[in-house]
Nanobody
Framework: QVQLVESGGGLVQAGGSLRLSCAAS????????MGWFRQAPGKDREFVAR????????YYADSVKGRFTISRDNAKNTVYLQLNSLKPEDTAVYYC?????????????WGQGTQVTVSS
């Protein structure tokens, strides 16, 4: 089992920034690709970004490309999501996820989520 705990969400004005963190415990963190997803009210959960276990490759949804940055620190068992130039449509609960599967991103584990609210 892998436990994932997100933090760093909050209320921010449009154009502002936040940094989300996800602390992992339970298994060897560097064996997992990590990702961030989000779910807005009344909408399906959607992919935001992911990073390979080595940290060498990252992937983003088109809607956040150029504004969000995913990174990881394997020594701290933590993955981050830097959110810049935030827009009201970025308002959602943001979830951290982990997978050992190779190719694509099908989560094995989820965090409990952290709320991000962007005011206009």
């Amino acid at each position: 089992q892998v436990q994932l705990v997100e933090s760093g969400g909050g209320l921010v004005q449009a154009g502002g920034s936040l940094r989300l963190s996800c602390a992992a415990s339970g298994r060897t963190f560097s064996n997992y690709d990590m990702g961030w997803f989000r779910q807005a009210p009344g909408k399906d959960r959607e992919f935001v970004a992911r990073i390979t276990r080595s940290g060498l490759s990252t992937y983003y949804a088109d809607s956040v490309k150029g504004r969000f940055t995913i990174s990881r620190d394997n020594a701290k068992n933590t993955v981050y999501l830097q959110l810049n130039s935030l827009k009201p449509e970025d308002t959602a609960v943001y979830y951290c996820a982990a997978t050992q599967k190779i190719g694509g991103f099908s989560p094995d584990y989820w965090g409990q989520g952290t709320q991000v609210t962007v005011s206009s």
